[in-house]
């Protein structure tokens, strides 16, 4: 059975910090790519970042230079390390894992990030 639950996440004013972690379990996380994504209410779920599990990062332009992904296959773990933050990173994130046989995607349950001004 296919588990992320994200961890973290918060209140922080603009400029600060934060981070954003996913525990998953169920899948072979080594051999996969993990991404996060991103919702504002109303609008469609974007991608934030990803990394595969030979390390390769991409990122969403509005989030290049301040968002950092990592992972730790020991732990199973993704983390979304996110600094000089804005209002509008102000989300819910969710932690996802697309499985190749069928690109079926999974999800967290998210967490929020809240970013004033």
């Known amino acids: 059975q296919v588990q992320l639950v994200e961890s973290g996440g918060g209140l922080v004013q603009a400029g600060g910090s934060l981070s954003v972690s996913c525990a998953a379990s169920?899948?072979?996380?080594?051999?996969?790519?993990m991404r996060w994504y991103r919702q504002v209410t109303g609008k469609q779920r974007e991608l934030v970042a990803s990394m595969t599990s030979n390390g390769n990062t991409n990122y969403a332009d509005s989030v290049k230079g301040r968002f950092t992904i990592s992972r730790d296959n020991a732990k199973n773990t993704v983390t979304l390390q996110m600094n000089s933050l804005k209002p509008e990173d102000t989300a819910v994130y969710y932690c996802?894992?697309?499985?190749?046989?069928?690109?079926?995607?999974?999800w967290g349950q998210g967490t929020q990030v809240t970013v004033s001004s």
């Open positions: 169920g899948i072979l996380f080594s051999m996969n790519t």
């Open positions: 996802n894992w697309r499985r190749p046989l069928d690109s079926r995607d999974y």
